[in-house]
T-cell receptor, first 115, second 117 residues
Framework: ETGVTQSPTHLIKTRGQQVTLRCSSQ?????VSWYQQALGQGPQFIFQYYREEENGRGNFPPRFSGLQFPNYSSELNVNALELDDSALYLC??????????????FGPGTRLTVL | AQKVTQAQTEISVVEKEDVTLDCVYE???????LFWYKQPPSGELVFLIR??????QNEISGRYSWNFQKSTSSFNFTITASQVVDSAVYFC??????????????FGTGTRLQVTL
């Protein structure tokens, strides 16, 4: 069974640029959630995709957008990067979007640095 | 709104000591789930335990145990006979059913555990 994978591992961008982060969910999982973890903080929920549709969103501006593909892999896109976007971006997959009983399996994350 | 508080920022213990990590949560829901995750230096969050709001039975699993008390909104986590490999940041998290995004996890700020020889 393949776990959750994310690419790239590290990324350096400059302010104003755009970035795309990728996530492959665990085999059989149809739900992907994205989290932003600033240094020294807990992860913050960005949004969730369930069967290719956005299924909920946290307190993040519209320049954070996403996609989920038919194979349930997902992308996180961030436009007009700001310095505060520097963080570890974590992807989590689960079987089903319903209820907290669906254990979320996290990937290793993408470390984004905005200069 | 939901909130998770981990008042302990950092804990240092000597190997073989027992250590308890505190977690206090706030929610208006009657049905919710609580989690503990471990984040080693590699960055990947590792699931440790899940409890739902109707299950206050505490449990021991190997060196880990949990104390869930709804009356005080606490969900504490204990490592018995700590080992150096337990060194990591530990996060407590809450998931509510009423948000419509039931799998959304609200995390605390984490407790860094350092276990030394």
């Amino acid at each position: 069974e393949t776990g959750v994978t994310q690419s790239p591992t590290h990324l350096i961008k400059t302010r104003g640029q755009q970035v795309t982060l990728r996530c492959s969910s665990q085999s059989g999982h149809n739900t992907v959630s994205w989290y932003q973890q600033a240094l020294g903080q807990g992860p913050q929920f960005i949004f969730q995709y369930y069967r290719e549709e956005e299924n909920g969103r946290g307190n993040f501006p519209p320049r954070f957008s996403g996609l989920q593909f038919p194979n349930y892999s997902s992308e996180l896109n961030v436009n007009a990067l700001e310095l505060d976007d520097s963080a570890l971006y974590l992807c989590a997959s689960s079987l089903g979007a319903g209820a907290g009983y669906n254990e979320q399996f996290f990937g290793p994350g993408t470390r984004l640095t905005v200069l | 709104a939901q909130k998770v508080t981990q008042a302990q920022t950092e804990i240092s213990v000597v190997e073989k000591e027992d250590v308890t990590l505190d977690c206090v949560y706030e929610t208006r829901d009657t049905t919710y789930y609580l989690f503990w995750y471990k984040q080693p230096p590699s960055g990947e969050l590792v699931f440790l335990i899940r409890r739902n709001s109707f299950d206050e039975q505490n449990e021991i699993s190997g060196r880990y145990s949990w104390n869930f008390q709804k009356s005080t909104s606490s969900f504490n986590f204990t490592i018995t006979a700590s080992q150096v490999v337990d060194s990591a940041v530990y996060f407590c998290a809450l998931s509510e059913l009423s948000t419509g995004t039931a799998s959304k996890l609200t995390f605390g700020t984490g407790t860094r555990l350092q276990v030394t020889l």
